[in-house]
């Protein structure tokens, strides 16, 4: 973590591990076997993340299947509630919407933004571009803010 915004991450995750504590790893396994990478972050409002494309997320036509896509977003969504509500909190719902397909060794960037943050719940909006920069998914979440 290089740059001014992905020092505030580093920052603001380790206040989230030091309240929630070391039982709740943060980035999760879903994340890491994903191998997502953070690129820029502004804090409680958008992270940019980039994973990518594995061999066993990909369907027949050598694609990205689709519910690995969904997972890479949700995969971005879930750090940034967590960090927004400064809270644990958990997907009520995730739709997206593909538009294109994504090869095999692609590498795909992720940026998530918080649109409206309640005392309970958080809804998100993201794109999803490939590595030449053309938008290949787009997908909006809502989640529960879980009260501890």
């Known amino acids: 973590m290089e740059n001014k915004s992905l020092s505030v991450l580093a920052k603001e995750l380790e206040e989230f591990r030091q309240t929630w504590g070391s039982g709740m ?13 953070f690129l ?8 940019k993340v ?4 594995l061999g066993e997320g990909l369907n027949p036509q050598n694609k ?6 969904t997972a890479a977003f ?21 739709q997206t919407q593909f538009f294109r397909g994504i ?14 943050r309640g005392s309970n719940s958080i809804y998100m909006t993201a794109d999803a571009f490939n590595s030449i920069g053309k938008l290949v998914a787009k997908s909006n979440t809502n ?4 009260k501890l």
């Open 74 to 94: 949700d995969n971005v969504f879930g750090p940034l509630s967590y960090l927004a509500a400064r809270s644990p909190c958990t997907t009520l719902d995730i």
């Open 40 to 47: 820029e972050y502004q804090s409680r409002k958008s992270l």
């Open 103 to 116: 090869d095999d060794h692609e590498t795909i960037t992720i940026t998530a933004e918080v649109i409206a």
């Open 64 to 69: 990205m299947q689709g519910g690995f896509l």
């Open 25 to 37: 790893p943060f980035p999760p396994p879903c994340f890491t076997s994903m191998q997502g990478k």
């Open 143 to 146: 989640l529960l803010i879980v």
């Open 50 to 53: 980039s994973f990518p494309v």
